[in-house]
């Protein structure tokens, strides 16, 4: 079976981005953050909404953070973090089914994702 890679998001960095992404804990932190869309959410909020705090919630955004998916910005006295990756979140669905049924003669109606 021979592999190719995807023109906006390869191999190595699709790998990288779902290792940040496999964690139960950093999924729910990432779901929250999409769901308060733009404007985002403060360190306490986000704390309240995941119900993960304190030391565990700041390395948990230090991932996400460093694999591009979250961006956090001083705002006053408040740390707001903004799930501002939407792009990447859209390339790596893409990277997932590029290739769907690529390897089957006759694919399913409903299964191609060209």
């Known amino acids: 079976m021979k592999h190719h890679l995807s023109d906006d998001l390869s191999l190595a960095r699709a790998a990288s981005t779902f290792a940040a992404l496999g964690s139960e804990q950093r999924l729910s932190v990432l ?5 308060a869309g733009p404007d985002g959410l403060s360190i306490g909020e ?3 909404r995941s119900g993960i705090t304190g030391s565990t919630l700041t390395h948990h955004m230090k991932i996400l953070t460093q694999a591009g998916l979250v961006t956090q910005a ?3 006295r408040s740390i707001i973090c903004i799930a501002a990756a939407y792009d990447e979140m859209e390339a790596l669905s893409r990277f997932l089914l590029s290739e769907c049924c690529a390897d089957i003669e006759t694919p399913s109606e409903g299964h191609r994702h060209d």
Do not use: F, N, P
Not at 31 to 35: D, K, P, S
């Open 46 to 48: 986000l704390g309240a």
């Open 31 to 35: 779901r929250c953050l999409v769901r």
């Open 74 to 76: 001083r705002q006053g």
